[in-house]
Antibody, heavy 125, light 111 residues
Framework: EVQLVESGGGLVLPGGSLRLSCAGSEFTLSNYWMTWVRQAPGKGLEWVANIKQDGSEKYYVDSVKGRFTISRDNAKNSLYLQMNSLRAEDTAVYYC???????????????????WGQGTTVTVS | EIVLTQSPGTLSLSPGERATLSCRASQSVSNRYLTWYQQTPGQAPRLLIFGASSRATGIPDRFSGSGSGTDFTLTISRLEPEDFAVYYCQLYGSSPSLPITFGQGTRLEIK
C-alpha cells in the first residue's frame, strides 16, 4: 500500500525545536515535489512548505520563514521539517504530502495532493 | 494573496439528498489550480477533485466539481452516510514557488 508515515511530533516549550520526519512506503519520494501542510486544533488546513525533487528549491509560508527548514534525503526515501523558535501558534497536526504538481517543460500540471501521511501532532506549550 | 471563501460554513442534509458546496475566490483564477478535499475526523485529507472538475482516482461519480473564474462548486448528487465530513477547496499557484491557499472548510452534517 502506498503511504507516507510521519514521526517526530511531541510537546515542546516555546522557543524550542523539533524535527519531523516523513518516510515513504511503496512510494518513491524522489519522483515528486513534496509539501508539509498543518492543521491547528479545530481549524482548517494551512500550507507550510514545498521542496523540489532534488532539494534545490524550497518555499515557505511567510509565518515560518527563517524558523522552519524543509529538507529531504532521497536515499532514505524521507522528507523532513526542522522547526526552530517554536511558538504557541505552531501547535498543529503536521501532514506531509505529495505536492501534486509535475513539471511539463516550463509549465506545471496540477493533479492534487493525492498521497498524505496520517499526521504527527506538535504541541508548543 | 488570493482568498478562498467557502459557503455555507455548515450544511445539514439527509442521506440521499443533494449537496452543493461553494468556493469563491477573491479574484479570477484558472480552473487548473482549483482542488477539493474531504476530511473525516482524525483522518488526513483525501483528494476528491483536481483541475476544478476532474475526479481523482477511486472517487465515486456522485462527486462532481464545476465552475470557473471566481466561483466553484462541489456537488454530491446523492449523499451516502460516509460523505458527512468537512470539505476544503484549495488553490495552487502557477508554480511551486507560489503560496498554496485553502478555504476555511464546509462541514457537511447529518440532519
Amino acid at each position: 500500500e502506498v503511504q507516507l508515515v510521519e514521526s517526530g511530533g511531541g510537546l515542546v516549550l516555546p522557543g524550542g525545536s523539533l524535527r519531523l520526519s516523513c518516510a515513504g512506503s511503496e512510494f518513491t519520494l524522489s519522483n515528486y515535489w513534496m509539501t508539509w501542510v498543518r492543521q491547528a486544533p479545530g481549524k482548517g488546513l494551512e500550507w507550510v512548505a514545498n521542496i523540489k525533487q532534488d532539494g534545490s528549491e524550497k518555499y515557505y509560508v511567510d509565518s515560518v520563514k527563517g524558523r522552519f527548514t524543509i529538507s529531504r534525503d532521497n536515499a532514505k526515501n524521507s522528507l523532513y521539517l526542522q522547526m526552530n523558535s517554536l511558538r504557541a501558534e505552531d501547535t498543529a497536526v503536521y501532514y506531509c504530502a505529495n505536492l501534486g504538481m509535475a513539471n511539463i517543460g516550463i509549465d506545471y500540471y496540477h493533479y492534487g495532493m493525492d498521497v498524505w501521511g496520517q499526521g504527527t501532532t506538535v504541541t508548543v506549550s | 494573496e488570493i482568498v478562498l471563501t467557502q459557503s455555507p460554513g455548515t450544511l445539514s442534509l439527509s442521506p440521499g439528498e443533494r449537496a452543493t458546496l461553494s468556493c469563491r475566490a477573491s479574484q479570477s483564477v484558472s480552473n487548473r489550480y482549483l482542488t477539493w478535499y474531504q476530511q473525516t475526523p482524525g483522518q488526513a485529507p483525501r483528494l476528491l477533485i483536481f483541475g476544478a472538475s476532474s475526479r481523482a482516482t477511486g472517487i465515486p461519480d456522485r462527486f462532481s466539481g464545476s465552475g470557473s473564474g471566481t466561483d466553484f462548486t462541489l456537488t454530491i448528487s446523492r449523499l451516502e452516510p460516509e460523505d458527512f465530513a468537512v470539505y476544503y477547496c484549495q488553490l495552487y499557484g502557477s508554480s511551486p514557488s507560489l503560496p498554496i491557499t485553502f478555504g476555511q472548510g464546509t462541514r457537511l452534517e447529518i440532519k
